[in-house]
């Protein structure tokens, strides 16, 4: 009975305003909430498909980095026995730079083989016929295998090729001798430019990225390509610092450290090989076509909120003749606003009502990019003049001093307020400063022509002192630094002898203020 009740009974015309106020918010909040699940839904879905998208791109360059080095490994192995079990003699190098000729042609990918003695010199190469009298002895995967007994594939840092001038990414093996003592080197290079081929024919977008690396950090391949490809090293990015330590394989979330693009990647560390390959696709191509989605959604979002708006709105108007009363009201309200907003000794407006005119008008310019002008003044030696004469004829003089500053500022859209005690304030909406120091300048003679009598000035009539500062604004909250430079030049303008203007154009930075000064 109390439900039948509740909805029986008549709303006051302002609960059934309200509460036709309240459904429509009720629906505009659920139907941006909705949007905005949707949305996030289709940004989750995208960050899936290109993690998935990326993870299949350093697959393909896993495969094709696994299958290249382990042929090489498998030559190398081959060659590094062949040697070990016939020695290195004269008559042998012929037939030797002959098969590794023939296995070269074979073997996509690699780009030479070599075999070193154990001095470092050449003793057959896949590119030339007799003996070399080069020497490899300095080269780091020599190094390495000469005090390392290890008879593991070594994969080396990109180097320069003697033969040819490419970069090459060096794949070595150690040969012993048959009492197990080093005998030299067997190496198969393989050139940088055979991956950053394969990379070029991967579709990924123009700020995506595929690259190998060392487990040290050190690229081996990279597209794009960077200059420095021999010496750059990114084990401080976060693949290296962060996921790799954690996890062979993944994706993330970064930011490079070559070029400073955020990207979506995916990483793997290559099983029983020091590389890594990874790939990323960039964020910002990612939701590019996710951010015409959102346009789209928020435009029907915004069309239906109005419809509805509208709908609520007429409702509500025929509402509103129900509200006869509360309309009286709201005019007495109106009334005491105004009164709130008016300063009451001088009628100008009040502080309150220049800060909220200030913010408007500051706003506007901000969109219409125009220019605005604030004239801050302050009466010379006011205190001085209520010492002598008292704070009674001290009002007189506000009040006096007022209306000639409401006379100086008008066009219906100037302002002109005080500001506290015996400073004044106008505002003066697309105005640049040679319009404004016009208007301060008006208001500084007019009030010198007053001959308002002031015996403790050193001038002994009534003066005032102001700064002009005009801005366009670029900052919708720098309107307190305007504010701020106008005080500024006003103390200038006291310090340079009262009853003169100091004016600028003010820009956001201070150091780049440019002042001219109106004597007056």
């Given at each position: 009975m109390t439900l039948v009740r509740f909805f029986s009974t008549r709303l006051t015309p302002k609960a059934l305003s309200n509460s036709l106020i309240g459904f429509i918010a009720l629906v505009c909040v659920l139907l941006v909430l909705a949007?905005?699940?949707?949305?996030?839904?289709?940004?989750?879905?995208?960050?899936?498909?290109?993690?998935?998208?990326?993870?299949?791109?350093?697959?393909?360059?896993?495969?094709?980095?696994?299958?290249?080095?382990?042929?090489?490994?498998?030559?190398?192995?081959?060659?590094?026995?062949?040697?070990?079990?016939?020695?290195?003699i004269a008559d042998q190098q012929t037939r030797l730079t002959?098969?590794?000729?023939?296995?070269?042609?074979?073997?996509?990918?690699?780009?030479?083989?070599?075999?070193?003695?154990?001095?470092?010199?050449?003793?057959?190469?896949?590119?030339?016929?007799?003996?070399?009298?080069?020497?490899?002895?300095?080269?780091?995967?020599?190094?390495?295998?000469?005090?390392?007994?290890?008879?593991?594939?070594?994969i080396g840092s990109i180097v320069e090729s003697r033969t040819t001038g490419e970069l090459i990414i060096p794949i070595s093996r150690r040969i012993e001798s048959s009492d197990g003592t080093f005998a030299g080197v067997a190496l198969a290079t393989i050139p940088v430019a055979y991956f950053q081929s394969f990379f070029k024919?991967?579709?990924?977008?123009?700020?995506?990225?595929?690259?190998?690396?060392?487990?040290?950090?050190?690229?081996?391949?990279?597209?794009?390509?960077?200059?420095?490809?021999?010496?750059?090293?990114?084990?401080?990015?976060d693949i290296f610092s962060r996921y790799l330590p954690h996890s062979d394989s993944g994706?993330?979330?970064?930011?490079?450290?070559?070029?400073?693009?955020?990207?979506?990647?995916?990483?793997?560390?290559?099983?029983?090989?020091?590389?890594?390959?990874?790939?990323?696709?960039?964020?910002?191509?990612?939701?590019?076509?996710?951010?015409?989605?959102?346009?789209?959604?928020?435009?029907?979002?915004?069309?239906?909120?109005?419809?509805?708006?509208?709908?609520?709105?007429?409702?509500?108007?025929?509402?509103?003749?129900?509200?006869?009363?509360?309309?009286?009201?709201n005019a007495a309200q109106d009334k005491l606003e105004i009164i709130a907003m008016t300063d009451s000794l001088t009628s100008l407006a009040n502080r309150r009502s220049f800060d909220v005119a200030l913010k408007k008008e500051w706003g506007r310019a901000l969109r219409n990019q125009s220019s605005l002008a604030v004239i801050l003044l302050d009466i010379d030696w006011f205190k001085q003049y209520n010492d002598h004469y008292g704070h009674l004829p001290g009002d007189d003089c506000l009040v006096e001093v007022a209306a000639l500053i409401a006379q100086s500022a008008s066009r219906p859209f100037d302002i002109a307020a005080r500001y506290g005690g015996e400073e004044f304030v106008?505002?003066?909406?697309?105005?640049?400063?040679?319009?404004a120091i016009v208007v301060a300048e008006k208001v500084r003679r007019?009030?010198?022509?007053?001959?308002?009598?002031?015996?403790?000035?050193?001038?002994?009539?009534?003066?005032?002192?102001?700064?002009?500062?005009?801005?366009?604004?670029t900052d919708k909250n720098s309107h307190r630094d305007s504010m701020a430079e106008a005080d500024r030049l006003l103390y200038c303008a006291k310090i340079n002898g009262r009853n003169c203007i100091e004016a600028a154009s003010y820009q956001r930075v201070p150091s780049v203020v440019c002042c001219e000064s109106n004597g007056g």
């Open positions: 949007t905005a699940w949707q949305m996030q839904q289709s940004a989750n879905e995208r960050v899936d498909a290109a993690k998935v998208s990326v993870s299949n791109i350093v697959l393909a360059a896993e495969q094709l980095a696994r299958d290249t080095m382990l042929q090489a490994d498998n030559t190398l192995r081959d060659i590094a026995e062949r040697v070990a079990h016939d020695g290195i002959t098969l590794l000729a023939r296995q070269v042609e074979r073997i996509d990918g690699i780009q030479g083989l070599f075999i070193f003695d154990a001095k470092g010199n050449w003793v057959a190469n896949s590119f030339a016929q007799g003996i070399q009298t080069k020497n490899n002895s300095d080269r780091a995967y020599f190094i390495y295998h000469r005090d390392n007994t290890s008879q593991a594939i070594h024919r991967v579709d990924i977008d123009n700020d995506g990225v595929i690259f190998l690396a060392l487990d040290k950090g050190e690229l081996l391949a990279r597209r794009p390509t960077v200059d420095a490809l021999m010496t750059t090293n990114i084990s401080k990015g994706t993330a979330i970064i930011k490079s450290v070559v070029d400073g693009v955020e990207r979506i990647y995916a990483y793997r560390r290559l099983s029983g090989l020091p590389i890594v390959a990874a790939a990323g696709i960039s964020y910002q191509q990612v939701f590019a076509p996710w951010w015409s989605y959102v346009f789209h959604s928020m435009t029907v979002m915004a069309v239906i909120i109005l419809a509805l708006a509208l709908l609520g709105g007429l409702l509500y108007r025929q509402i509103q003749q129900l509200l006869v009363a509360e309309s009286e009201l106008i505002l003066l909406p697309e105005t640049e400063l040679a319009g007019s009030i010198e022509q007053a001959q308002i009598q002031h015996s403790t000035s050193a001038l002994g009539i009534i003066t005032i002192s102001a700064g002009v500062v005009a801005v366009c604004p």
